[in-house]
């Protein structure tokens, strides 16, 4: 999604290099779902 | 397995058949009144039970023990804490306590061309400070009132969760999960540009209402998704705008990414229900040719036209009319649900919901002593 | 100004030829007689876009651009209208009842009744029972109107002529309802005078009612 409020992990990863290294397997998926619990959020508020 | 734990499981199977276009071991039922008329019912305050959830606990397990239903009978309650925090105008609480969406415009014509460039963007920055003014403030404010208000819709949403899973474990009921999502001429209308705007939309500036469909379809799928494809669920969305325009007008702006939008979710392995409100007669054949097993509860219509046209090919839903429950007599409101039965059941594929939502309770009691004795005829005749 | 073209005009929902022909006209600097026969010829032609609606080829969406075309096409011609006001041809009061925040069919009512020349009170949405009380005392309407979508509107409509009544107000008025719940029946234990789901006609009960 081409959006200034919304961000990928391989874009956050990207955007983050200290990340480099640290367990991806715990982070990823975190990162990920806060990015999709406000989209859902803010979409819902248009529903 | 405990007994609840076994019908529990049966009744899942019964849905897992029934969204797979398998004919399930009976019609599923699904309760049409909501946590409002349970609090209501149960003498409640309606506002105070929304404002404090656990006031509502105790209304929604008395509810389960004395409906007879396979579903959770929550309903799709809008708790007003983050909408308060917001200062919302988009969904506000009616002098009754019950929570609506008055007409509301969150976008001019003349920044359809910024909305279409950049649709997410355009909302954040832009209409949400305007249909949820505690956000057009300072970007510190701002922050703060967002924080708060995700934080109080999580905090009233997860309780609903635990109380949903307390009732279903006590009772044995299930829930399928529900991605609620819209055609996205229906997300333009809605809050965005308004029925009265779209309205005027379709005859001033067509190309631009395309365009904006266009747009927002992507942000409509990625609302529709489910966490995964293989839990109980399906992507819901309520169809409002279709019956107020003309069928050029459908064809040519609300039926592409309506389409493109189904296909898109069916494709990637989500069950779809359709709420189709209001009046679809004159669309019959576009439903047709909606992915295979599609989910269509209707409001209005002609019940023997839907299924033959419909019922090899898709799931029905809907059509017993609540407002009978009310100004019905127990015979009446039985023998509805008896025809509607034989219409549909031979199909294979019928589930047994109301024509629409019960939200109020009546004086006289009607509605609810018709409920039960409606749910209960179905729960015990419902065969295929 | 050829009158017939302009009532087809807006028959056709055609704005832009609409609010071309009639900028044009004002800018001609017309009689108050010759522009009363324009506000005429707009008039019939909503009345060619009520029937189009009755005969399922235009639908709500359609009323509510033509209502923002009257609206728009009043504003052109409001510079050059007569001074004294337009005879009306009835007053009516309007309001979502109680509880109800919707309005949308109550919108396409009023637009419809000022253009077929009604004086319309709109007191807005969620209208207790006492607001139409008061506001029938000081308009003298001979219509009032409540308008809901939620089944518990109907209740609200029950309180609403309940309380009309004990004003002793009830005699003086006639009173319909509007909106998806209503019914014939409902309309009996309402104890309102007509009910109606569709606005077109609403306007021609509320027409029959002042002739």
């Not at chain 3, 009158?3 to 609010?19: F, I, M, W």
């Not at chain 3, 359609?62 to 041809?89: C, R």
């Not at chain 3, 709109?122 to 219509?143: C, M, R, Y």
């Amino acid at each position: 999604m081409n959006s200034k409020y919304y961000i990928t992990w391989e874009e956050y990863k990207a955007d983050h290099p200290k990340l480099e290294g640290k367990p991806e397997q715990a982070i990823a998926p975190k990162i990920q779902k806060y990015e999709d619990i406000m989209f859902n959020f803010i979409i819902g508020l248009f529903l | 397995m405990t007994d609840t734990a076994a019908l529990a499981k049966e009744r899942e199977q019964l849905f897992r058949d029934l969204f797979s276009g398998k004919t399930p071991k009976r019609v599923p039922v699904t309760n049409p009144a909501t946590l409002e008329f349970a609090i209501q019912y149960y003498g409640e305050d309606l506002a105070e039970a929304q404002w404090d959830l656990t006031k509502a606990e105790s209304a929604l397990d008395k509810f389960c023990h004395e409906f007879p239903t396979d579903t959770t009978p929550i309903g799709s309650i809008r708790p007003p804490a983050y909408y308060q925090l917001l200062g919302s105008k988009a969904i506000v609480m009616g002098s009754g306590g019950f929570m609506q969406h008055p007409e509301v415009m969150g976008m001019f014509p003349e920044e359809y061309d910024d909305f279409i460039a950049a649709p997410y963007d355009f909302i954040i920055e832009t209409i949400m400070p305007r249909l949820y003014t505690e956000l057009d403030t300072d970007p510190h404010k701002k922050a703060m009132v967002l924080a708060k208000a995700l934080q109080a819709h999580l905090d009233d949403y997860a309780f609903i969760g635990q109380m949903r899973a307390r009732v279903n474990a006590k009772y044995g009921l299930v829930s399928p999960a529900v991605a609620l999502t819209e055609a996205p001429f229906d997300f333009l209308a809605d809050f965005i540009r308004s029925f009265k705007g779209i309205s005027s939309d379709l005859r001033r500036i067509p190309d631009k209402v395309s365009a904006a469909c266009e747009a927002v379809l992507p942000l409509m799928f990625k609302k529709g998704k489910l966490p995964n494809t293989e839990m109980l669920g399906y992507s819901f969305l309520p169809l409002h705008m279709a019956p107020y325009i003309r069928n050029t007008d459908f064809e040519k702006f609300y039926w592409p990414t309506f389409k493109k939008l189904v296909e898109a979710l069916a494709e990637a392995g989500y069950n779809v229900q359709l709420f189709i409100e209001h009046d679809w007669m004159r669309y019959l054949d576009f439903l047709y040719e909606l992915p295979e097993n599609t989910i269509m509860r209707f409001e209005y219509g002609d019940p023997r036209v839907v299924a033959e046209k419909l019922g090899k090919k898709h799931i029905i839903s809907g059509f017993y009319p609540i407002t009978l429950l009310q100004t019905g007599t127990r015979e009446q409101c039985i023998e509805k649900a008896k025809e509607l039965l034989d219409i549909m059941a031979p199909y294979g594929k019928y589930w047994f919901q109301g024509d629409k939502s019960i939200i109020s309770t009546d004086k006289t009691g009607n509605t609810a002593k018709n409920l039960r004795a409606v749910l209960e005829y179905v729960m015990e005749n419902g065969t295929y | 100004m050829d009158l017939q073209l302009l009532t087809k005009a807006v028959g056709d929902l055609d704005e832009p030829k609409v609010l071309g022909m009639l900028k044009e006209f004002a800018a001609s600097n017309p009689t108050a007689e010759e522009t009363a026969a324009v506000v005429s010829a707009c008039q019939k032609g909503m009345t060619i876009v009520g029937d189009l609606f009755d005969a399922k080829e235009y639908f709500v969406g359609d009323l509510i651009f033509a209502g923002e075309l009257l609206s728009s096409a009043i504003a052109i011609l409001k510079p050059v209208m007569g001074g004294e006001e337009t005879v009306n041809t009835g007053k009516i009061i309007l309001a979502t009842v109680e509880g109800d925040l919707h309005d949308i069919g109550k919108n396409i009512f009023k637009s419809m009744s000022e253009a077929a020349g009604f004086a319309v009170y709109d007191l807005g949405i969620d209208t207790p029972p006492n607001a139409f009380v008061e506001k029938i005392k000081e308009v003298q309407p001979q219509i009032v109107g409540l308008s809901g979508v939620l089944t518990l509107a109907l209740d609200s409509m029950k309180n609403t002529v309940q309380a009309i009544n004990d004003a002793g107000l009830r005699n003086g008025v006639k009173i319909i309802i509007g909106g998806n719940p209503v019914t014939e029946e409902a309309c009996k234990m309402i104890g309102a005078d007509a009910y109606t789901t569709n606005a077109a006609e609403g306007v021609k009960i509320c027409q029959g009612w002042v002739s």
